[in-house]
């Protein structure tokens, strides 16, 4: 799965949260200052041409919807960083987590949970 840029990134993010929206509903969707129409028209079929966003055609408008989950797409980023960064070691990846992001105790604590859920799921 190619990346994408940070400006096609934001630009999924909002794809995402709409579902599927009209050019006018993705500007509107910016933040101030907005990205000029072209930004955003360059940006979509960039996209369209990675496959991450394609169209349906209502007279001279055009209804964008995302091809790719949101989850896929990220969950292809953290195998790619595990892979990449931390010699395919999940435990690395963890570890380097767990201590350079100051995390809390009990946001700790709640990650030792979801941990802990994932373990009894796969031991059935």
């Known amino acids: 799965m190619t990346q994408l840029t940070?400006?096609?990134e934001q630009l999924m993010e909002h794809l995402w949260?709409?579902?599927k929206a009209f050019m006018k509903d993705l500007l509107e969707a910016y933040p101030e200052p907005k990205p000029a129409t072209t930004t955003v028209a360059t940006l979509l079929k960039r996209?369209?041409?990675k496959?991450?966003?394609a169209y349906n055609e209502f007279g001279n408008s055009r209804e964008y919807y995302p091809l790719v989950k949101k989850t896929t797409y990220f969950s292809k980023h953290v195998n790619g960083l595990i892979s990449n960064f931390f010699n395919n070691s999940a435990s690395q990846f963890a570890s380097f987590f767990t201590t350079e992001?100051?995390?809390s105790a009990?946001?700790?604590e709640d990650l030792k949970k979801i941990i802990d859920s994932e373990i009894q799921k796969k031991k059935k």
Do not use: C, G, P, R
């Open 6 to 8: 940070n400006a096609e």
């Open 106 to 108: 009990s946001e700790l």
């Open 51 to 53: 496959k991450f966003v």
């Open 47 to 49: 996209m369209i041409d």
């Open 17 to 19: 949260k709409l579902e």
């Open 101 to 103: 992001t100051n995390l």
